[in-house]
C-alpha cells in the first residue's frame, strides 16, 4: 500500500503516471486500499503484477520451478483490482509489449485518469525479442476539449442573470492552471461564490473573496443558490443533509459527469457537458467579460463584490476565533493547524488525510498555491505516509502535514440515530478509542533507525517549543515526526457538531 500510495502521491502533484511493481497475486491483494484511493482520486498509475508460470514441464523458458508457483495461481488474477482500473491487461508474448505498455498508459493519462493493471506470466517475460521502439508521439493521451458557442452563451448568461451564483467543484485544480481560470471568472462575476466539496486537490484560494472553503457537501449556499455551476465534482452536496431549492438551475461540467465507476450518481443539472474545467470556464469568461461587459460593470455587481468582501472578512475572523488554546493548556485541531500554518513556509506542500477533521484543517490552512494541498483521493485510510513520501519526491520543497482520526464511525452513527443508544456510548463502548495511545514518535524512530526527529506535544507550551525544531530537522534533511495530542493525551475527540457532515 506505501508503494502504490507513493506513486499516488507523485502522480497526483505532477500529472505523470508513475509505476509500481508487485508479485502476483498476493502482491496485488497487499496494495489494499491504495487501489481504491487511485481510482477515487483520479491517480495515473500503472500497476504491473507477475503471474504464475502457466506451464509445468519445462515446455518454454520460464516454465514452474518451486513449490508457490502452484499455490499462487488463481483463475482471474486481474479481478481482483479491475473494477477500480480503467484498463486491465495481459502481456501474452514479448514482441508488443511496448504496445500493451503503451495502451495502458494512454487510458491512465485520458480523462478520467486512474489505475491501469498490466500483468504477465513468467514464459513471457523471459521471451528472447528483437530490439524494437516506438514513436511515442503517436501515444499521447485523449484530450476534452471545451465548450461549443452556444453552450459558453448559455452558461455565461445564466451566471450573470443569477442573483445567487455559486460554483461547486472538488477536483478541478488537479489541473494547476484551472485555479488561475476560476480566480479569472469569480474576478468577472461579482458575487459567484466557490464551494470545495472534495478537498482532494487546492481548486481556488483561500485569500479570494469569492472563497467559502471545504464543506463535504453541506453548506447554506448551496440552499440558497438559484444558478449552480458543478465542476470536477463528485458529490456536490448530500441530499439527506442539504441540497438546492426546487427552483435553481443547475449545469454539470466535468471530466466525468457520468461518473462511471458509481453505480449510484445524479444530480437534477438542466445539462451536462464533458469537457476540460481550464478550458470551458476560460471560455465562459472571455463571453462574459466580452459580450456582457455592461452588464457587470454595473452597480449591482459593485454592491455584491463589497456584500462579499464583507462576509469573506467574517468568514476568517469567525476561523481565527475557532484557533484557541483550552483553558487547561491543551489544544484541538483547529489551534494545532493554525500554529503548523505560521511555522510552515507559505510555500509548503500539504499532504492531509485528516478525515472528519478535513475542514477544519482546511479553513486553518487556508491554501492559496496550486498544487499546494493535497488530499487523499478516496476512503482509504493510511494514504498520507506514502502519498506524502511522493509528493516529496516529485517536489524541490519539503512536503508537511498530515493527520489521521478514526472519529468517523461515531459520526455515521449520529447522522442516522442521533438520539439512539450510541449517542451514549463512550468510543471505548464503541470500540473507536485510540486510548491508550501507542507511542508513534518511538515506532517512527524505530522505524528509522534512530535518525528521525521525534517529539510529543500535548500542550500549547510544548507545541511551541517543539514545531521549530521539528521544521529545522526537515530543512536539515531529516524526517520528522511530532505527535500532536489533541485535548490531551488521551487522544480525546469531540467539540460539538462538526462543520462537515459527510
Known amino acids: 500500500m506505501v508503494a502504490l500510495s507513493m506513486a ?48 509445468i514441464e519445462g515446455e518454454y523458458r520460464g516454465s514452474r520451478t518451486e513449490y508457490i508457483h502452484w499455490i499462487q495461481d488463481v483463475p482471474d488474477q486481474k479481478q481482483i483490482v479491475s473494477q477500480y482500473c480503467r484498463y486491465t491487461g495481459e502481456i501474452k508474448r514479448g514482441r508488443n509489449v511496448k504496445q500493451l505498455v503503451n495502451r495502458a498508459l494512454s487510458f491512465a493519462k485520458s480523462e478520467p485518469r486512474g489505475p491501469v493493471y498490466l500483468l504477465g506470466a513468467r514464459e513471457a517475460m523471459e521471451e528472447d525479442i528483437e530490439p524494437y521502439k516506438l514513436e511515442q508521439e503517436h501515444w499521447k493521451p485523449i484530450e476534452l476539449g471545451g465548450l461549443s458557442s452556444k453552450q459558453v452563451q448559455s452558461i455565461a448568461e445564466m451566471l450573470v442573470e443569477a442573483e445567487e451564483p455559486l460554483l461547486i467543484t472538488g477536483y478541478s485544480g488537479r489541473n494547476h492552471a484551472a485555479v488561475g481560470a476560476l480566480v479569472e471568472l469569480a474576478n468577472a462575476v461579482k458575487g459567484l461564490r466557490v464551494l470545495d466539496t472534495g478537498g482532494s486537490d487546492m481548486c481556488f484560494p483561500a485569500n479570494h473573496p469569492a472563497w467559502l472553503g471545504l464543506r463535504y457537501g453541506v453548506e447554506e449556499s448551496i440552499k440558497t443558490a438559484d444558478v449552480i455551476l458543478c465542476l470536477d465534482v463528485d458529490v456536490p452536496w448530500i441530499p439527506t443533509q442539504c441540497k438546492p431549492k426546487a427552483s435553481a438551475m443547475i449545469i454539470h461540467i466535468d471530466v466525468d459527469p457520468l461518473k462511471q465507476q458509481m453505480p449510484v450518481f445524479y444530480i437534477p443539472a438542466l445539462a451536462r457537458y464533458k469537457a476540460d474545467a481550464e478550458t470551458a470556464i476560460t471560455q465562459i469568461t472571455a463571453y462574459i467579460t466580452s459580450k456582457l461587459s455592461a452588464k457587470i460593470e454595473s452597480k449591482v455587481f459593485a454592491e455584491r463584490w463589497t456584500a462579499l468582501q464583507e462576509k469573506h472578512n467574517a468568514r476568517l475572523e469567525l476561523i481565527k476565533s475557532q484557533a484557541k488554546p483550552g483553558d487547561d493548556g491543551t489544544f484541538a485541531c483547529s489551534y494545532l493547524m493554525s500554529e503548523l500554518r505560521k511555522a510552515l513556509p507559505q510555500d509548503t506542500i500539504w499532504a492531509v488525510e485528516a478525515v472528519t477533521n478535513t475542514a477544519f484543517v482546511a479553513d486553518q490552512i487556508q491554501a492559496t498555491l496550486p498544487g499546494s494541498w493535497i488530499n487523499c483521493g478516496g476512503g482509504g485510510l493510511g494514504w498520507s505516509g506514502g502519498g506524502a513520501l511522493g509528493i516529496k519526491l516529485a517536489s524541490d520543497v519539503q512536503a508537511g502535514g498530515k493527520g489521521k482520526g478514526w472519529n468517523a464511525p461515531r459520526k455515521s452513527l449520529l447522522l442516522v440515530h442521533p438520539d439512539g443508544a450510541g449517542s451514549k456510548a463512550t468510543n471505548e463502548d464503541l470500540n473507536i478509542s ?42 536539515d534533511g531529516v524526517c520528522a515526526v511530532l505527535e500532536a495530542q489533541l485535548e490531551g493525551p488521551e487522544g480525546k475527540f469531540g467539540g460539538g457538531r462538526a462543520v462537515t457532515v459527510g
Open 434 to 475: 485510540f486510548a491508550p495511545t501507542p507511542d508513534y514518535p518511538g515506532i517512527a524512530k524505530a522505524a528509522s533507525g534512530g535518525k528521525c526527529w521525534t517529539g510529543v506535544a500535548g500542550t500549547v507550551e510544548e507545541l511551541a517549543k517543539l514545531l521549530p525544531e521539528a521544521r529545522k530537522a526537515v530543512e
Open 8 to 55: 499516488d502521491g507523485y502522480a497526483r502533484l505532477t500529472n505523470t503516471p508513475q509505476c509500481v511493481i508487485v508479485h502476483v497475486d498476493v502482491g496485488t491483494q497487499g496494495l489494499g486500499a491504495a487501489v481504491h484511493n487511485a481510482s477515487c482520486g483520479r491517480a495515473p498509475v500503472l500497476i504491473f503484477a507477475g503471474l504464475s508460470p502457466y506451464t
